[in-house]
């Protein structure tokens, strides 16, 4: 059965903070996806990564996928409030599985 | 370009009750998925459509739990009888193509089963 853990399961910071959030399994993944849940609202494809050992950035949010393809990474730089919410991230591997999610809080 | 519309927002039953779910997806996905969002988890694959086929049933428990997209558009999620364990969000997700390269989410149904 493939498995994805995040961690932490929550976090709470300061604005300006830096944070990393991580997602981690023992299965290969053809691609990870990560995405960012708002309440009541559903959840919002943030990236795609693909290769291992690749890197994207969006703005202040940076993705790692894991050489190997079995773990991930986000790294947001000088968080803001507008950041908070739940990260999900999810993996391809014949069905998309989806970690049990990052609460981040960002306070002003 | 409309999103993924699901209706409705809230439903509060009492166990052993049924309840039914709809979806619209975005106009010309093939694929239609529907998931199960437990509090303080991600969401879980229930049912895979593409077009009208069903791709992917495992995880439906299927003893309760039926769902059909007639012509390959809209969507109905059916549970009957309901749990307390079935207390949950019911999302809703289309994409342009076969594969899970981009979904598209809708809102969610939030469900209470008392």
């Known amino acids: 059965t493939q498995l994805l853990e995040q961690s932490p399961q929550f976090l709470s910071i300061q604005e300006g903070e830096n944070l990393t959030v991580y997602c981690n399994s023992s299965?290969?993944?053809?691609?990870l996806q990560w995405y960012r849940q708002e309440p009541g609202e559903g959840p919002v494809l943030l990236v795609t990564v693909v290769t291992g050992g690749e890197v994207k950035k969006l703005k202040r949010l940076t993705f790692q996928f894991g050489d190997a393809r079995k773990d991930s990474s986000l790294h947001i730089t000088a968080a803001q409030p507008g950041d908070t919410g739940l990260y999900l991230c999810?993996?391809?591997?014949?069905?998309?599985?989806f970690g049990q999610g990052t609460e981040l809080s960002v306070k002003p | 370009e409309a999103g993924v519309a699901q209706s409705p927002r809230y439903k509060i039953i009492e166990k052993r009750q049924s309840v039914a779910f709809w979806c619209n997806p975005i106009s010309g996905h093939a694929t239609l998925y529907w998931y199960q969002q437990i509090l303080g988890q991600g969401p879980k694959l229930l049912i895979q459509?593409?077009?009208?086929?069903?791709?992917?049933d495992s995880q439906l428990p299927k003893d309760r739990f039926s769902a059909e997209r007639l012509k390959g558009v809209d969507s109905t999620l059916k549970i009957q009888p309901a749990k307390l364990e079935d207390s949950a969000v019911y999302l809703c997700?289309?994409?342009?193509?076969?594969?899970?390269?981009?979904?598209?989410f809708g809102s969610g149904t939030q469900l209470s089963v008392l």
């Open positions: 299965s290969v993944f053809s691609s």
């Open positions: 999810a993996g391809e591997g014949g069905k998309l599985i």
């Open positions: 997700a289309s994409s342009p193509g076969s594969g899970y390269e981009k979904l598209f």
């Open positions: 459509f593409q077009n009208n086929g069903v791709v992917d």
